[in-house]
């Protein structure tokens, strides 16, 4: 369990690094992602981004669990 905690920590820093000075600016931003703003509103439904997140997340843990 340790092991994992840490392992989750590091991800989760190594992300904040990447948001910090830009490298995942085109998150969100891909072909397939919705965005629609109103006057008063916006409404943002990233499904391209979600499939990919999804793909690499099943990829990892297939990768570790072998």
């Known amino acids: 369990m340790g092991n ?3 392992t989750v920590g590091l991800l989760l820093f190594g992300a904040g690094l ?3 000075f830009g490298l995942l600016s085109w998150f ?8 629609y703003e109103g006057d008063h509103f916006m409404v943002f439904v990233p499904f391209t981004s ?3 997140i999804s793909i ?6 297939w990768i570790f669990n072998r």
């Open 56 to 61: 690499v997340l099943t990829l990892l843990l």
């Open 18 to 20: 990447a948001l910090k």
């Open 28 to 35: 969100g931003r891909l072909p397939g992602d919705l965005r």
């Open 50 to 52: 979600m499939i990919l």
């Open 4 to 6: 994992l905690l840490m």
